[in-house]
């Protein structure tokens, strides 16, 4: 059971937007900034949004973030084959759950 | 280049130890901290724990406190994760990955995993 609440998939056609989000609580994400992984098959991770909506340089732009509250959300658009990986929500925990805490990951299939 | 390179895999017996490796190059290893990401198979990524190797200042998970050791030698760019009394339940990948601040997850480069398999 992780800390964090994510959807475990998601799916969409190519072209479409999809959401992913990211719920938690007062500790976590509502006192820190999230980040989001992406996990392609059989590779390390990699982030795609840092501070809950900053995009590394050569992220794609349709890559996009949202945090309020409680929650966060990861945007995709344009969806492209190339994006079907897992993706996981991460930031600091103040309660004895962490200190960093992950969201239990959401499958993306680009149908 | 920013690298981290981590040891082959490995195959242990239950009870038996294991020392992970991760060799860093292309940036100064002591200006950044190294945490570990534990993956077992077809799950999730947990946080292990970081430290910090210009003075090993290290931090744990409070689930894997006490049971693994985080360490890094500063003289040959090279950080271990240490597991010990291994059991079924440690087969897992593992991954040493670079980040700035210990209390932000914000982790910019990664090794490649160590995939570890514990069988009898």
């Known amino acids: 059971q992780s800390v964090l609440t994510q959807p475990p998939s998601a799916s969409g056609t190519p072209g479409q937007r999809v959401t992913i989000s990211c719920s938690g609580s007062?500790?976590?994400?509502?006192?820190?900034?999230v980040n989001w992984y992406q996990q392609l098959p059989g590779t390390a991770p990699k982030v795609v949004i840092y501070?809950?909506?900053q995009r590394p340089s050569g992220v794609p732009d349709r890559f996009s973030g949202f945090k309020s509250g409680t929650s966060a959300s990861l945007a995709i658009s344009g969806l492209q084959s190339e994006d079907e990986a897992d993706y996981y929500c991460?930031?600091?925990?103040?309660?004895?759950?962490?200190?960093?805490?992950f969201g239990g990951g959401t499958k993306l299939t680009v149908l | 280049e920013v690298q981290l390179v981590q040891s082959g895999a490995e195959v242990k017996k239950p009870g038996e130890s294991l020392q992970i490796s991760c060799q860093a190059s292309?940036?100064?290893?002591?200006?950044?901290?190294v945490g570990w990401v534990r993956q077992m198979p077809g799950k999730g990524l947990e946080w292990m724990g970081i430290?910090?190797?210009?003075?090993?200042?290290?931090r744990y998970t409070p689930s894997f406190r006490g049971q693994v050791t985080i360490s890094a030698d500063k003289s040959i760019s090279t950080a271990y994760l240490h597991l010990s009394s291994l059991e079924a339940s440690d087969t897992a990948i593992y991954y040493c990955?670079?980040?700035?601040?210990?209390?932000?997850?914000?982790?910019?480069?990664w090794g490649q995993g160590t995939l570890v398999t514990v069988s009898s």
């Open positions: 990955a670079r980040g700035r601040h210990f209390y932000d997850p914000l982790w910019d480069y």
């Open positions: 292309g940036y100064s290893f002591t200006a950044y901290w």
């Open positions: 430290v910090f190797p210009a003075d090993s200042d290290t």
């Open positions: 007062t500790s976590n994400i509502g006192s820190h900034d």
């Open positions: 501070d809950n909506n």
């Open positions: 991460v930031t600091w925990d103040d309660s004895l759950n962490g200190p960093v805490v």
